[in-house]
């Protein structure tokens, strides 16, 4: 995880973006409380970094779940459409490095690690939908089983005729319309 840190007024800011957003989407997170969020937050400002990366990049994070083993809150990309930010990616530094032309900024895993988050996996990924309708014009890499990638390929999800599809993709190819989401726990 990226040690980055904010200034306080970066800091400040963010807190204010991620409680209006939580305030905005209760449906989201129906039984929690923004103070309980927020007092976890300021005791784990290193997440803050990444959060803000999340939100720096197009990701609209916003919370999805709460373990209660854990005690930790669940934030995910809620923007529309995949993070503008974040498209225009392969899926992983291996298939970046396949490419002897044309090669995309990055990928959607070095990026991930890189800001400190996760791709959803693809049951992630269908929960999110089940909070809203994402994806409806773009496309998401999603978390790719070790199995499919050894032969060369990643998964990618969208929302079409109000359906979640799963697809697949040569794991080098990259698109204007395809980003990934990112999950962060604090």
Known sequence: MPSATL???QHEELLRILKARF???MNRHKTLEWAKVQAKLEANVGKLWSLNEMERTGGEPDIVGHGKK???YIFYDCSAESPKER???C???EALESRKENKPKDSALDMASAIGIELLTEGQYR???KLGEFDTKTSS???TPSEIRKLGGALFCDRRYDTVFVYHNGAESYYAARGFRGLLKV
């Open 23 to 25: 305030e905005k989407n």
């Open 7 to 9: 200034s306080k007024k």
């Open 87 to 89: 498209r225009s990616l």
């Open 141 to 143: 890499w999603v978390k």
């Open 91 to 93: 899926y992983d530094r």
């Open 127 to 129: 929960e999110l939908q």
């Open 70 to 72: 854990t005690g930790e």
